[in-house]
């Protein structure tokens, strides 16, 4: 597995960290972020078309919009992976 840290919420504390890698291996983007809340677990939830609930195996997480560039640039890094 080729994982590439891309970045760290620029804000953090160090304790609390959202963090983007690539994988460019499986091509895959990974992100660590804060929990949300259940009242927003079950809005997302409710509002997704997939059925029931986010599985086990799943989860949602909040990045802040700051974070933005830092996703993006794993997405680049991703896409040039599938070119090699």
């Known amino acids: 597995m080729a994982v590439e840290f891309v970045g760290i919420d620029p804000n953090t504390d160090r304790d609390h960290c959202p963090t983007v890698w690539a994988d460019t ?4 983007i990974l992100l660590q972020g804060w929990k949300p809340s259940q009242e927003t677990q079950a809005d997302c939830e409710a509002s997704s078309p997939a059925n029931g609930t986010v599985p086990e195996t799943e989860a949602i997480v909040r990045i802040p919009a700051r974070m933005i560039p830092l996703i993006r640039e794993a997405c680049d890094a991703v896409e040039r992976a599938q070119l090699r």
């Open 25 to 28: 291996d499986a091509q895959e």
